[in-house]
Nanobody
Framework: QVQLVESGGGLVQAGGSLRLSCAAF????????MGWYRQAPGKQRELVAV???????NFADSVKGRFTISRDSAKNTVYLQMNMLKPEDAAVYYC??????????????WGQGTQVTVSS
């Protein structure tokens, strides 16, 4: 089994910063990518940022220039640095792991979510 442990969420004022961390534990095989998604009440879950095993990154247009994503491959950990936070960034943020397991194939795992609240 694989478990994703998230941390770093909390309450911050608009314009502030937070750093989210997600560490993967368990039976880890070949990681294709790790990323962050978020879901606000009444809305669909959306991609925030993703980083591939090769180091390539993708960001939602709404966070470009404000958020950065990085990883520590040795620790199977991904980080999301969130700067210049806006009230519309408030959501539950979920860590995602996409990996390839021999025989089984490609699998996705999700963290339990960490709340990010941005006050005006």
């Amino acid at each position: 089994q694989v478990q994703l442990v998230e941390s770093g969420g909390g309450l911050v004022q608009a314009g502030g910063s937070l750093r989210l961390s997600c560490a993967a534990f368990g039976k880890i095989f070949i990681i294709n990518a790790m990323g962050w998604y978020r879901q606000a009440p009444g809305k669909q879950r959306e991609l925030v940022a993703v980083i591939t095993s090769g180091g390539g990154t993708n960001f939602a247009d709404s966070v470009k220039g404000r958020f950065t994503i990085s990883r520590d491959s040795a620790k199977n950990t991904v980080y999301l640095q969130m700067n210049m936070l806006k009230p519309e960034d408030a959501a539950v943020y979920y860590c995602n792991l996409n990996m390839r397991q021999p025989v089984v194939g490609v699998l996705d795992y999700w963290g339990q979510g960490t709340q990010v609240t941005v006050s005006s």
